[in-house]
């Protein structure tokens, strides 16, 4: 096995999602196709400590890399952590996950969070498929538990206890 850059693709890969560059009839193939948009796109704010990442797009092999630094980015900025809005996600696959799991144990190193705002259903299907759904949601208050109502004197009874 040789190691590889994680921003540069194998080659001959190719998301499923992403049509192939055909060549009109009787037009002369170019060598290179024309650069497309690009199938990802972020945006962050900050809102009070934490940052929000929104995230438009696919996430796959190619564009993970681009997710791991604009999410990266946001924990280094952030005071308690990240929120990740994934309801623009059109597409997403394990690459994108692994991004997520690799921030969350940074992010617990330095005592912050990354949490998953409103996935969309592709990546609802891959967090509960993989059981992992419940690392990214936010933490909940704790609850203190109810405390039993002390017998009181006027229990079981009418009145005061001068009417005695």
């Not at 952030?78 to 921030?103: I, P």
């Not at 405390?147 to 009874?157: K, Q, T």
Request: one cysteine or more; glycine letters at 6%; charged letters at 25%.
């Amino acid at each position: 096995m040789h190691a590889r850059k994680a921003t540069t693709p194998e080659p001959g890969h190719r998301s499923p999602h992403r049509p192939l560059h055909v060549a009109a009839p009787g037009a002369a193939a170019d060598p290179t196709p024309p650069r497309q948009p690009s199938p990802l796109t972020t945006d962050s704010y900050p809102e009070g400590p934490r940052k929000v990442v929104v995230v438009l797009g696919e996430v796959d092999y190619e564009t993970a890399p681009a997710l791991a630094t604009a999410l990266r980015e946001a924990l280094r900025t952030s005071g308690e952590g990240v929120d990740a809005d994934l309801s623009a996600v059109r597409f997403w696959d394990c690459s994108g996950l692994n991004v997520l799991l690799r921030l969350r144990r940074e992010a617990l190193a330095v005592g912050k969070t990354i949490t998953v705002r409103s996935p969309s259903r592709a990546v609802r299907r891959v967090l509960t498929l993989t059981g992992t759904a419940p690392l990214f949601r936010p933490p909940q208050p704790e609850r203190v538990p109810r405390l039993e109502r002390a017998p009181s004197a006027f229990d079981g009874r009418r009145g005061s206890p001068a009417d005695d």
